[in-house]
C-alpha cells in the first residue's frame, strides 16, 4: 500500500493513450486504474463494444480488463528482474480495442522497482593469493556484488570485517555501480601468518536493506605486483539476430607487466545474466565470445556482461561488453481475425462491413511495415482502418443461388528485404433470403384427356422450380379460383399440392365441352412468400360413344314418311336422302350408308357418303309399287356404332294409285310385331286419307295457294333435328346446304314430286354458326302450281334445304 500511495502516475496523452506507474510485485487481482473513467469511457457500454487487451503473441498477459467496472487489474504478478533486467526504464505497452465503432488506446504501464532482491556474490569464497612483498596500499579489486534490482535498490556499499591486514575502499566504476578493493594496511609476513580469511558484506540502499556476503580467502604468496589490464573498459558490438552458432561475437584483450607464469592471463565471465549464459561462451585462452544460443531479436535487443582478466596469482581485473542485437527480417506477417459475421444475408448491401482484421510483424523498423491484399476474384476488399487493422467489407451484390460460399484469401506482405509474406483463409457463407419466386418449367401446359375418363385419373403434371434454399425453395401448388360452363373449376380437376400432379374429378363429356383452362398458381413457403401462374389447357378428346342419329325419315314411333317415286324415273335420279348426323367428331362421326335388305335389291342404290338413295336402273312397269328398304348408317370409329331405318317408298305417277298403306310396313319385321305393325298401318292410312281431302278442299278453294305437301315430299321439319349437332371447330356431320329441283307432272290433280337432280352449289360457309332456333334449321321456298287448265306444259319449283 505504501508503493500504492507513492507510485501509481495517470497521464493524459494527447491521442487519448494512459500510461500508469506501478510497483512491481503487485498480487494478483490488485486495481492499477479505472481505465473507463481515464480514458472518458463509460464502463458499462465496455462490455457491449467487446472491450479488451491486444497483446502480442509472445507477451505475457499481466494485466486484465474488469469490463463490469472497468477497472485495469493485475493478472499476472510482475517481476520487473526478469521482465526487464538491468534496464533502467522497464515498461509494458498494451493496446486496448473497443468495437462498434472500432477504437483503440494505448496504455503504457512504467514498472518501478522494489527492493526484492538482496546483493549476491558470485562465489561463496573468493580467493587471493598475494605475495608478500606486497607493499602497503596495494590494492586487491574484488568481485561485485550483483543485485538484480536498479537503482538506490542496487548494491550501494560494501563493508569489510576488521582485520589486521587490509581496509576497504569502494568506488563507482565506469558501469556505474559499485567496486570494491581491499587495501593492505599493513604488510604480510608470510611466516607469520600464510592464510587471511576475511568476511566482504555487500549492502544495498533499499527498505528495508538486504545484503550479502562473501568470505574472502587470502593466501600470501611470494611477490606479483601487476595484474591485467584490458585495452578499453567497456566494449560495445552489435550482433544480428540469427548468428550461426559459434561465431565469434567479439574477442578482449587484457596484458600483464609480469612475466612468466605471473604474466600469464586467463578470461572469464564477471557478472552475467541466465539469459546470456545461454547464448555466449568464452574461451578462457583467447577471450573470444562465442554464440552458443539462439539470438533473437524479438526476445531480447540488448546484452550486457562483464569478463574477468585473471594472471596465475590471482589478480585481476574487468571489462564490460555491451552487445546490441540488430533486426533481420526473420518474421513473416501474423494474420489475426478479430471480428467476423458469418453466414452473412445475400441481401447485404454493398460496402457492409463482415469482419475485422489485424496485421502483426514482430520485426522492427522497414521490416515491420506490411501490406495487406486480397484477390480479386470475390467481391469483398479491404478498407485500412486504424494502425494495423482492417474492415473487411463488401463490394457487390450477392446472390447465394449463384455463389453460397466464398473461400477469402487475404495475404500480408512485409517490406523487409527480401519481403515475407502470410496467408489466410476465411471461409464465408451467404444466408438465404426469398427473393426468388417459383419458375415453372414451361410457359403453358397442354394436357389431353380422352372424354369418359375415370374419376381420379391424372391429367398431367406441372413443375415449378424455385432455387432458394429450404422453405424459401419450397413449392406448393394450388387452382386459382375459376369456373367452367358455370361450375367451379375445383369441381372439374384437382391438384397435389406437393408434386403438382393435376387429377380429374369427374368424368369428361366431349359432346358437352371440348376444352377448358386452369390456372396453377406455384407459391414457395418465404416470408413473404412468392409465387408464379401458369395456365394449364385440358383438351378433351372425343371417343366413339354415340351412335349415328337419323334425322330424315322419321325414327320409328313417329308417323309414317312415304315417298313417292314416278314410273318414269330414269337410272340415278334421286329418289329420297338419309339423313343422319353423329354427335362425336372427327373419324368417329364419318358416316357411311348402306342397304341392308331391299323389296328389289337391284332397284335402288345409296351414297355410301351422301345418304342419298338413287334409282339403281330405269324404273318398269313390271316393278312392285311398294318399295321397302331398310338402311344402316354406321360411323367410322373404333369401334364402330351403327343404326338402322326403314324408307318406304311408292312407284306411280297418280296419287289416285296409290292403295292403303296398311301394306306399306316392312315386311321384315319380327312376327311378334304384327299387331302393332297392323295398329300402325290403320293410323297412317286414316291419316294419309285425311290428308288426302284436306289437299282437295284446299284445292279447289284456294287455287293460287301452294299445294300442300303430303308426306313423301322431301321436306325435313325442322322438329326432327337435335339440338347441338353443328361442331365448334365447324367440322360437323352437317355442314352443306342441300337444293333440289321438283318437277310436277300435269294432267292430275294430284300433282304428284318427281325428284329429277340434285345440286349443292350454296354451301354453308365455315365462318358461320347455327342458331338453336328451329325456325333456322330449314328453310324452304315452295311455288305452287297453276293446274285449273288441261296444259302439257310444266312447271318448276325449286326447293331449298339448308341443313345445319
Given at each position: 500500500m505504501f508503493w500504492l500511495a507513492l507510485f501509481p502516475l495517470l497521464l493524459r496523452g494527447s491521442y487519448g493513450d494512459v500510461t500508469y506507474s506501478i510497483p512491481e510485485e503487485m498480487k494478483r487481482g490488485s486495481v492499477i486504474g479505472n481505465i473507463a473513467k481515464d480514458l472518458g469511457l463509460d464502463a458499462k457500454g465496455l462490455l457491449s463494444r467487446k472491450a479488451r487487451l491486444d497483446v502480442d503473441g509472445r507477451s505475457k498477459r499481466y494485466c486484465d480488463i474488469n469490463l463490469n467496472t472497468g477497472e485495469l487489474i493485475v493478472a499476472e504478478v510482475i517481476d520487473r528482474e526478469r521482465l526487464c533486467g538491468r534496464r533502467l526504464t522497464c515498461a509494458l505497452k498494451y493496446e486496448i480495442i473497443l468495437e462498434n465503432p472500432l477504437e483503440s488506446h494505448n496504455i503504457l504501464l512504467q514498472i518501478q522497482d522494489v527492493n526484492d532482491n538482496p546483493p549476491k556474490f558470485g562465489e561463496d569464497v573468493v580467493k587471493f593469493e598475494i605475495q608478500e612483498s606486497a607493499v602497503k596500499g596495494a590494492r586487491f579489486s574484488l568481485n561485485q556484488a550483483h543485485d538484480a534490482d536498479i537503482g538506490l535498490n542496487a548494491v550501494q556499499s560494501y563493508t569489510l570485517q576488521r582485520n589486521d591486514h587490509f581496509n576497504l575502499a569502494v568506488h563507482t566504476n565506469p558501469a556505474g555501480g559499485k567496486q570494491s578493493e581491499l587495501v593492505l594496511e599493513k604488510e604480510l609476513d608470510r611466516e607469520v601468518e600464510q592464510e587471511v580469511t576475511l568476511l566482504l558484506t555487500a549492502v544495498d540502499g533499499g527498505t528495508p536493506q538486504r545484503s550479502g556476503t562473501v568470505v574472502i580467502h587470502v593466501t600470501v604468496l611470494d611477490a606479483n605486483d601487476n595484474k591485467p589490464v584490458f585495452r578499453q573498459n567497456?566494449?560495445?558490438?552489435?550482433?544480428?539476430?540469427?548468428?550461426?552458432?559459434?561465431?565469434?561475437?567479439?574477442?578482449?584483450?587484457?596484458?600483464?607487466?609480469?612475466?612468466?607464469?605471473?604474466?600469464?592471463?586467463?578470461?572469464?565471465?564477471?557478472?552475467?545474466?541466465?539469459?546470456?549464459?545461454?547464448?555466449?561462451?568464452?574461451?578462457?585462452?583467447?577471450?573470444?565470445?562465442?554464440?552458443?544460443?539462439?539470438?533473437?531479436?524479438?526476445?531480447?535487443?540488448?546484452?550486457?556482461?562483464?569478463?574477468?582478466?585473471?594472471?596465475?596469482?590471482?589478480?585481476?581485473?574487468?571489462?564490460?561488453?555491451?552487445?546490441?542485437?540488430?533486426?533481420?527480417?526473420?518474421?513473416?506477417?501474423?494474420?489475426?481475425?478479430?471480428?467476423?459475421?458469418?453466414?452473412?444475408?445475400?441481401?447485404?448491401?454493398?460496402?457492409?462491413?463482415?469482419?475485422?482484421?489485424?496485421?502483426?510483424?514482430?520485426?522492427?523498423?522497414?521490416?515491420?511495415?506490411?501490406?495487406?491484399?486480397?484477390?480479386?476474384?470475390?467481391?469483398?476488399?479491404?478498407?485500412?482502418?486504424?494502425?494495423?487493422?482492417?474492415?473487411?467489407?463488401?463490394?457487390?451484390?450477392?446472390?447465394?443461388?449463384?455463389?453460397?460460399?466464398?473461400?477469402?484469401?487475404?495475404?500480408?506482405?512485409?517490406?523487409?528485404?527480401?519481403?515475407?509474406?502470410?496467408?489466410?483463409?476465411?471461409?464465408?457463407?451467404?444466408?438465404?433470403?426469398?427473393?426468388?419466386?417459383?419458375?415453372?418449367?414451361?410457359?403453358?401446359?397442354?394436357?389431353?384427356?380422352?372424354?369418359?375418363?375415370?374419376?381420379?385419373?391424372?391429367?398431367?403434371?406441372?413443375?415449378?422450380?424455385?432455387?432458394?434454399?429450404?422453405?424459401?425453395?419450397?413449392?406448393?401448388?394450388?387452382?386459382?379460383?375459376?369456373?367452367?360452363?358455370?361450375?367451379?373449376?375445383?369441381?372439374?380437376?384437382?391438384?397435389?399440392?406437393?408434386?403438382?400432379?393435376?387429377h380429374a374429378l369427374r368424368a369428361f363429356d366431349y359432346e358437352q365441352f371440348r376444352s377448358f383452362k386452369v390456372q396453377v398458381v406455384a407459391r414457395d413457403?418465404?416470408?413473404?412468400?412468392?409465387?408464379?401462374?401458369?395456365?394449364?389447357?385440358?383438351?378433351?378428346?372425343?371417343?366413339n360413344d354415340n351412335s349415328p342419329q337419323i334425322l330424315y325419315p322419321a325414327p320409328a314411333g313417329n308417323s309414317l314418311m312415304t315417298e313417292m317415286v314416278p314410273k318414269a324415273a330414269l337410272a340415278?335420279?334421286?329418289?329420297?336422302?338419309?339423313?343422319?348426323?353423329?354427335?362425336?367428331?372427327?373419324?368417329?362421326?364419318?358416316?357411311?350408308?348402306?342397304?341392308?335388305?331391299?323389296?328389289?335389291?337391284?332397284?335402288?342404290?345409296i351414297g355410301l357418303h351422301s345418304g342419298e338413295i338413287r334409282a339403281q336402273?330405269?324404273?318398269?312397269?313390271?316393278?312392285?309399287?311398294?318399295?321397302?328398304?331398310?338402311?344402316?348408317?354406321?360411323?367410322?370409329?373404333?369401334?364402330?356404332?351403327?343404326?338402322?331405318?326403314?324408307?318406304?317408298?311408292?312407284?306411280?305417277?297418280?296419287?289416285?294409285?296409290?292403295?292403303?298403306?296398311k301394306d306399306m310396313s316392312y315386311e321384315g319385321k319380327d312376327s311378334k310385331l304384327t299387331s302393332y305393325l297392323i295398329i300402325a298401318l290403320v293410323s297412317v292410312s286414316t291419316f294419309f286419307l285425311t290428308f288426302i281431302i284436306l289437299i282437295l278442299a284446299v284445292r279447289f278453294c284456294r287455287r293460287r295457294k301452294p299445294r300442300l305437301l303430303f308426306d313423301g315430299a322431301v321436306a325435313i321439319p325442322s322438329a326432327y333435328f337435335p339440338p347441338n349437332y353443328a361442331e365448334v371447330d365447324g367440322t360437323g356431320t352437317l355442314r352443306s346446304s342441300y337444293n333440289y329441283d321438283a318437277y310436277l307432272t300435269t294432267g292430275s290433280r294430284t300433282s304428284d314430286f318427281k325428284f329429277v337432280r340434285s345440286y349443292n352449289d350454296n354451301t354453308l360457309p365455315a365462318e358461320m354458326t347455327l342458331k338453336k332456333s328451329p325456325d333456322h334449321f330449314l328453310e324452304g321456298s315452295i311455288t305452287t302450281l297453276n293446274t285449273a287448265g288441261e296444259s302439257n306444259e310444266s312447271s318448276e319449283c325449286n326447293v331449298a334445304l339448308y341443313w345445319p
Open positions: 567497456v566494449y560495445k558490438v552489435n550482433l544480428p539476430e540469427n548468428s550461426p552458432i559459434g561465431s565469434v561475437v567479439i574477442a578482449v584483450s587484457a596484458t600483464d607487466a609480469d612475466e612468466g607464469v605471473n604474466g600469464e592471463v586467463t578470461y572469464g565471465f564477471g557478472h552475467i545474466s541466465d539469459d546470456a549464459t545461454q547464448l555466449f561462451s568464452l574461451n578462457p585462452k583467447t577471450g573470444e565470445v562465442i554464440v552458443k544460443g539462439d539470438i533473437d531479436f524479438e526476445t531480447e535487443s540488448f546484452h550486457e556482461f562483464s569478463i574477468q582478466a585473471k594472471d596465475s596469482s590471482g589478480l585481476n581485473s574487468f571489462a564490460n561488453i555491451k552487445v546490441d542485437i540488430t533486426d533481420e527480417n526473420d518474421n513473416a506477417p501474423t494474420i489475426s481475425l478479430k471480428s467476423l459475421t458469418n453466414p452473412i444475408p445475400e441481401n447485404v448491401l454493398p460496402g457492409t462491413e463482415v469482419g475485422i482484421i489485424n496485421v502483426q510483424d514482430e520485426d522492427s523498423g522497414v521490416n515491420k511495415q506490411v501490406r495487406c491484399s486480397i484477390q480479386q476474384n470475390v467481391p469483398f476488399k479491404l478498407n485500412p482502418s486504424i494502425k494495423n487493422y482492417y474492415s473487411l467489407v463488401t463490394t457487390s451484390e450477392l446472390d447465394r443461388e449463384l455463389i453460397s460460399d466464398y473461400n477469402i484469401t487475404i495475404t500480408a506482405t512485409d517490406e523487409g528485404s527480401p519481403p515475407l509474406s502470410s496467408s489466410k483463409t476465411i471461409h464465408l457463407s451467404v444466408s438465404d433470403v426469398n427473393d426468388n419466386p417459383p419458375v415453372f418449367e414451361e410457359q403453358s401446359y397442354s394436357a389431353y384427356v380422352s372424354e369418359n375418363n375415370k374419376p381420379g385419373s391424372s391429367i398431367c403434371s406441372v413443375t415449378a422450380r424455385d432455387p432458394d434454399w429450404r422453405q424459401n425453395g419450397t413449392v406448393v401448388y394450388s387452382l386459382v379460383p375459376s369456373e367452367v360452363n358455370g361450375v367451379p373449376v375445383s369441381s372439374y380437376v384437382s391438384i397435389n399440392g406437393d408434386t403438382g400432379v393435376i413457403n418465404g416470408s413473404p412468400p412468392l409465387s408464379s401462374n401458369v395456365t394449364v389447357s385440358v383438351f378433351v378428346a372425343d371417343e340415278g335420279s334421286l329418289v329420297s336422302k338419309v339423313i343422319a348426323v353423329d354427335a362425336d367428331s372427327g373419324q368417329n362421326a364419318w358416316l357411311s350408308y348402306q342397304i341392308v335388305k331391299s323389296t328389289d335389291p337391284g332397284l335402288f342404290t336402273r330405269d324404273i318398269s312397269d313390271s316393278d312392285g309399287m311398294k318399295q321397302n328398304l331398310v338402311i344402316s348408317v354406321k360411323d367410322n370409329g373404333q369401334p364402330s356404332m351403327s343404326t338402322t331405318c326403314a324408307v318406304y317408298l311408292l312407284i306411280s305417277d297418280n296419287l289416285a294409285e296409290v292403295p292403303e298403306l
